[in-house]
């Protein structure tokens, strides 16, 4: 008689491609792996989505990492349909020595956190909500964001809520979005290195239960020119030392605290150089335009779904109090940038807007498409970078953005991302999407 196999455990990490990757082993190990954690090595950085690695990258073939699993951050549900459990750990990149190493993003996602509540003595509460479509379903045509939509696909929906539930990931609602064959899936708010930690579990579970399912859960930016964009909105707000909520002030326009309004204006001061690493991709471009809910514009709005910084709404039903529900929404982000980097990134450019007492930006209402150049220009509106390459001229422009990583960690980033939209220079965007959908 032959013994059930014994489940594996993934030690895993994402790359600037926002893939996750990462080393299996025996669920039995796994307390043995967490002291010195498993084998990793500095060109991975330079791997890009297409099964290369970007040469030549200032790695090169020798030097060797280890990968640290983070025992708090484990995801494990049995419940994605497949064989074995799916069951993964976030890890931190140290040296062979454990210190950290300077090319990972969850350690810079935790540095960031850190510095700014050092600084200001705030912590970040955050959540991911992901857009999603689903190839290969052969569904009946369906109205938007119908109940129809949704039901056309059981028991999809209750699978992966069932299988997030188990996972850890505290999911909140799944809905059938206004595209095709689009999905959301959000998650409860949690501190914000947990809530990367979530992203990257709630995408390779969708995956998962997708596939077992026989379909294709696809996170790309856009799966066609023309389709509704797939985008990650990033949510944040502030608790202070007392675990008090610090984002919301009644007595200030659109009820933002000063402190998240200096917040803001770092955001919003620093975008087009962040844009890069929030939307990271060749087709992450064609999603942010004016009129598709994304974000086109450095906008900060009340309640505007085409804003790049967006106030959400709060519940006063029953008499609930605004105050800890009140939160931002980043909606200039997508799946193809890393969270962990993406969140880091978000966070050190509200730090220099706390550092520089920066005013609340103005709430902009209208359609800056409709606005003359000096409108937009007094209301602080900025076109966002309109493909990527103009990103990464945009991120090495700003020596505040570059600043904030190691020199050889923005060229390995930079490096990365030219050669990726050198490689598909020669394809339309129709083959270009089509390419991302498939990949993501
Ligand atoms: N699909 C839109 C995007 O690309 C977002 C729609 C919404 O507000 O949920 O970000
Ligand atoms: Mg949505």
């Not at 995801?75 to 454990?98: C, H, K, N, Q, Y």
């Not at 931002?328 to 890393?338: F, L, M, Q, S, W």
Request: glycine share 8%.
């Amino acid at each position: 008689m032959t013994s059930a196999v014994e489940p594996l455990v993934a030690v895993v990490t994402t790359d600037l491609s926002a893939i996750t990757r990462g080393r299996f082993v025996v669920e039995s190990r796994l307390q043995k792996t967490a002291a010195t954690g498993v084998g990793w090595l500095q060109a991975n950085l330079s791997m890009t989505p297409f099964n290369s690695i970007v040469d030549p990258n200032p790695w090169g073939s020798s030097g060797d990492l280890r990968l640290i699993p983070d025992l708090k951050a484990r995801f494990r549900t049995e419940r994605t349909g497949s064989a074995t459990p799916f069951d993964m750990v976030a890890g931190d990149i140290v040296e062979l020595d454990g210190s950290p190493w300077l090319g990972c993003t969850r350690t810079m996602l935790r540095d960031a956190l850190a510095e700014l509540k050092a600084a200001t003595g705030l912590s970040v509460i955050a959540a991911f909500e992901h857009e999603f479509n689903i190839a290969g379903g052969s569904f009946a045509p369906a109205h938007s964001m119908s109940f129809a939509a949704l039901r056309r696909t059981d028991p999809f929906a209750p699978n992966l809520m069932a299988a997030l539930e188990e996972a850890g990931v505290g999911p909140e609602v799944v809905i059938a979005e206004f595209g095709s064959e689009q999905f959301e899936v959000t998650h409860e708010p949690a501190d914000a290195l947990t809530a990367a930690d979530r992203a990257v579990a709630i995408r390779e579970i969708t995956r998962e239960v997708a596939r077992n399912a026989g379909w294709r859960a696809s996170f790309a930016p856009k799966v066609a020119p023309d389709a509704v964009g797939n985008g990650v909105h990033i949510h944040f707000s502030f608790v202070d030392e007392a675990g008090k909520p610090a984002t919301y002030d009644p007595a200030r326009p659109g009820g933002l605290s000063a402190k998240a309004g200096a917040f803001c204006a770092g955001v919003l001061r620093h975008l087009p150089a962040m844009t890069a690493m929030t939307a990271s991709s060749v087709s992450s471009f064609y999603r942010l335009k004016p009129h598709s809910w994304s974000s086109s514009y450095t906008w900060l709005a009340d309640r505007d779904r085409e804003a790049s910084l967006r106030i959400c709404p709060t519940v006063t039903i029953g008499g609930r109090d605004p105050a800890r529900q009140y939160n931002v929404e980043y909606r200039a982000a997508d799946a193809t940038g890393n969270p962990y980097l993406s969140l880091a990134a978000i966070i050190r450019a509200g730090l220099e807007g706390l550092k520089a007492d920066l005013p609340s930006p103005p709430l902009v209402t209208g359609d800056p498409t409709l606005m003359s150049e000096t409108e937009r220009a007094e209301l602080g509106l900025v076109r966002l970078p309109e493909t990527l390459p103009a990103a990464l001229d945009a991120l090495l422009a700003d020596k505040t953005v570059t600043g904030w990583f190691a020199p050889i960690f923005i060229e390995t980033f930079v490096g990365l991302k030219q050669h990726e939209a050198e490689r598909l220079a020669g394809l339309d965007p129709a083959a270009i999407c089509d390419l991302y959908r498939t990949l993501y």
